[in-house]
């Protein structure tokens, strides 16, 4: 198995693969199950994932009404044609927000890699497949891409909000979706690796401080953000530039960063924007005084 | 390494908000039920760290109970887990602690029926990703590669190697082994780490071994 991004790079330009065949290969070996029980079990979290962003964009809203409704928003501001950033970069957001909005009300999502983070990763794909047309066996293979840099990212450092905050959860999911889009678009494992760092180290120190500890407030737009910052990072890569710190590395530092991290910051609904008279207000009015 | 497959990253399909506190707490309750055999009639659950301070807006209370009747992480029957309990008469009673545990994401469900009682730790260490702690009082030490047989034994002399012998007649190789207890005489944990699935026989015979109390199988699901 592969342990850091280093050698999942080395593996796939020594065996001229993409970083997807490594990953599908690897789940062969270790879960002893055929190409096609491994493709059909991903292609199935696609089908969740198509769902919830369908059903985001018809518009749900959690139990508190903390979330909900403002994919549908951002679809209607698609429409008119006067958005600032470009639409593929628009739709990312709206299919974000869909999912996390889906994700807030109960509904059912794929976690990616968690749930609190699961609507970045679906919200560049989806949008990419909008602007690009993608069949619908690269949209699977875009989900093993993400997957792999997450299995390096889980295994070195954490994927929990609770043990290193939302940089280990919407900031991982940014970094993987920011290699796959770089994959998707053609370009080589090493700028997938790029992308992926250039990501990770934009959410670097990002904390995870939910208002009355409840997935909504900031999660839902932290997701937006997320999606635009993996776009960034992979056109960033496929023009040629390069992460001066290498990708295992910020893996690292953002392992480090959650250790030093203190509780209140880490799901605990305690500090940061949780904290605020607004936070606290709402915590109030949802929870009364338990 | 903890995470082995690519579906413990893109995945599980959950009922939100949370991998680890709904999800996660889920299959807390889901191992609690397996490793108990039934549905049982009082669990109480203790919450530590962010368990505790956020499992209402996480669902983790409704999570735990529906892994308790068998719902998966996907069973939309989680969000009205309480309702399903009272239909089974299942009661449950949650306990929080100030206390730190190893993880900020523990819970401690405690599971009785008559004279069964079966005591589980649970992490919840991301994305829905789970490590069991103890059974019992019992620190687990499995290192997750491999499966895995716990063997609730009488703490007298030959009994560990009846069990080996066992295996070993069966051509099952041990990768790993760890024998722990809590006093001496007492009932003690034998942890053994193999490196080939076991089959329902072999258990069967590890169970009729004179000493051996329970045999409890540990396998990736």
């Given at each position: 198995?592969?342990?850091?991004i280093?050698?999942?790079?080395?593996?796939?330009?020594?065996?001229?693969?993409?970083?997807s065949?490594?990953?599908?290969?690897?789940?062969?070996?270790?879960?002893?199950?055929?190409?096609?029980?491994?493709?059909?079990?991903?292609e199935?979290?696609?089908?969740?994932?198509?769902?919830?962003?369908?059903?985001?964009?018809?518009?749900?809203?959690?139990k508190?009404?903390l979330t909900?409704?403002?994919?549908?928003?951002?679809?209607?501001?698609?429409?008119?044609?006067?958005?600032?950033?470009?639409?593929?970069?628009?739709?990312a957001?709206?299919?974000?927000?869909?999912t996390?909005?889906v994700?807030?009300?109960?509904?059912?999502?794929c976690?990616?890699?968690?749930?609190?983070?699961?609507?970045?990763?679906?919200?560049?794909?989806?949008?990419?497949?909008?602007?690009?047309?993608?069949?619908?066996?690269?949209?699977?293979?875009?989900?093993?891409?993400?997957?792999?840099?997450?299995?390096?990212v889980?295994?070195?450092?954490?994927?929990?909000?609770?043990?290193?905050?939302?940089q280990?959860?919407?900031?991982?999911?940014?970094?993987?979706?920011?290699?796959?889009?770089?994959?998707?678009?053609?370009?080589t494992?090493?700028k997938?690796?790029?992308?992926?760092?250039?990501?990770?180290?934009?959410?670097l120190?990002?904390v995870?401080?939910?208002?009355?500890?409840?997935?909504?407030?900031?999660?839902?737009?932290?997701n937006?953000?997320?999606?635009?910052?993996?776009?960034?990072?992979?056109?960033?890569?496929?023009?040629?530039?390069?992460?001066?710190?290498?990708?295992?590395?910020?893996?690292?530092?953002?392992?480090?960063?959650?250790?030093?991290?203190?509780?209140?910051?880490?799901?605990?609904?305690?500090?940061?924007?949780?904290?605020t008279?607004?936070?606290?207000?709402?915590?109030?009015e949802?929870?009364?005084?338990? | 390494?903890?995470?082995?497959?690519?579906?413990?990253?893109?995945?599980?399909?959950?009922?939100?908000?949370?991998?680890?506190h709904t999800?996660?707490?889920a299959?807390i309750?889901?191992?609690?039920?397996?490793l108990?055999?039934?549905?049982?009639d009082?669990?109480?659950?203790?919450?530590?760290?962010?368990?505790?301070d956020?499992?209402?807006?996480?669902?983790?209370?409704v999570a735990l109970?529906?892994?308790l009747?068998?719902?998966d992480?996907?069973?939309?029957?989680?969000?009205?887990?309480?309702?399903?309990?009272?239909?089974?008469?299942?009661?449950?009673?949650?306990?929080?602690?100030?206390?730190?545990?190893?993880?900020?994401?523990?819970?401690?469900?405690?599971?009785?029926?008559?004279?069964?009682?079966?005591k589980?730790?649970?992490?919840?260490?991301?994305?829905g990703?789970?490590?069991?702690?103890?059974?019992?009082?019992?620190?687990?030490?499995i290192?997750?590669?491999?499966?895995?047989?716990?063997v609730?034994?009488?703490?007298?002399?030959?009994?560990?190697?009846?069990?080996?012998?066992?295996?070993?007649?069966?051509?099952i190789?041990?990768?790993?082994?760890?024998?722990?207890?809590?006093?001496?005489?007492?009932?003690?944990?034998?942890?053994?780490?193999?490196?080939?699935?076991?089959?329902?026989?072999?258990?069967?015979?590890v169970?009729?071994?004179?000493?051996?109390e329970?045999?409890?199988?540990?396998?990736?699901?």
């Amino acid at each position: 198995m592969f342990n850091s991004i280093a050698q999942l790079i080395d593996m796939a330009n020594s065996e001229n693969k993409s970083i997807s065949e490594i990953m599908i290969e690897q789940e062969m070996r270790v879960s002893k199950r055929s190409y096609l029980e491994v493709y059909q079990d991903m292609e199935r979290n696609l089908d969740v994932m198509q769902n919830a962003v369908d059903e985001g964009i018809g518009g749900v809203a959690s139990k508190t009404g903390l979330t909900g409704h403002d994919a549908v928003k951002m679809k209607k501001y698609i429409e008119s044609g006067k958005g600032l950033s470009g639409d593929m970069n628009l739709l990312a957001i709206a299919y974000a927000v869909s999912t996390n909005e889906v994700n807030a009300a109960m509904g059912k999502i794929c976690a990616t890699p968690t749930a609190g983070s699961a609507g970045v990763v679906p919200g560049v794909l989806f949008a990419l497949n909008e602007q690009r047309d993608l069949s619908k066996e690269d949209m699977v293979r875009f989900l093993f891409t993400s997957g792999a840099l997450g299995f390096v990212v889980a295994n070195n450092a954490s994927i929990s909000g609770a043990a290193g905050g939302c940089q280990a959860e919407v900031g991982s999911a940014s970094a993987m979706a920011a290699a796959s889009l770089v994959e998707a678009a053609g370009g080589t494992p090493e700028k997938s690796g790029h992308a992926f760092a250039i990501a990770l180290k934009n959410m670097l120190g990002l904390v995870c401080d939910p208002v009355a500890g409840l997935v909504e407030v900031p999660c839902v737009k932290r997701n937006a953000a997320g999606a635009s910052n993996a776009l960034t990072a992979a056109d960033m890569a496929l023009a040629g530039i390069e992460s001066r710190i290498p990708a295992d590395e910020v893996i690292e530092a953002m392992y480090k960063i959650g250790l030093t991290m203190p509780s209140a910051l880490r799901e605990t609904g305690r500090g940061g924007l949780a904290a605020t008279p607004t936070g606290n207000r709402l915590m109030q009015e949802i929870f009364g005084d338990e | 390494m903890k995470y082995k497959s690519v579906f413990d990253i893109i995945g599980p399909v959950m009922v939100g908000p949370s991998s680890s506190h709904t999800a996660g707490a889920a299959r807390i309750g889901l191992l609690g039920r397996k490793l108990f055999g039934h549905t049982p009639d009082h669990v109480d659950i203790h919450l530590y760290g962010s368990f505790k301070d956020t499992y209402q807006g996480h669902g983790t209370d409704v999570a735990l109970i529906g892994g308790l009747l068998g719902f998966d992480t996907d069973d939309s029957r989680i969000i009205k887990a309480k309702e399903y309990a009272d239909e089974q008469n299942l009661r449950t009673n949650f306990i929080l602690h100030e206390e730190e545990r190893s993880h900020p994401n523990t819970a401690i469900v405690d599971l009785l029926k008559g004279d069964d009682r079966l005591k589980i730790e649970g992490i919840s260490i991301g994305g829905g990703k789970i490590e069991l702690v103890s059974i019992n009082d019992y620190e687990i030490n499995i290192s997750g590669n491999y499966h895995s047989l716990l063997v609730f034994h009488k703490d007298t002399f030959g009994t560990i190697a009846r069990v080996t012998t066992v295996l070993g007649n069966n051509e099952i190789n041990v990768s790993q082994m760890n024998v722990s207890r809590k006093e001496k005489g007492d009932i003690a944990l034998m942890t053994i780490e193999l490196d080939e699935e076991i089959s329902e026989a072999v258990i069967q015979e590890v169970e009729n071994i004179d000493g051996v109390e329970r045999v409890i199988e540990m396998a990736d699901d």
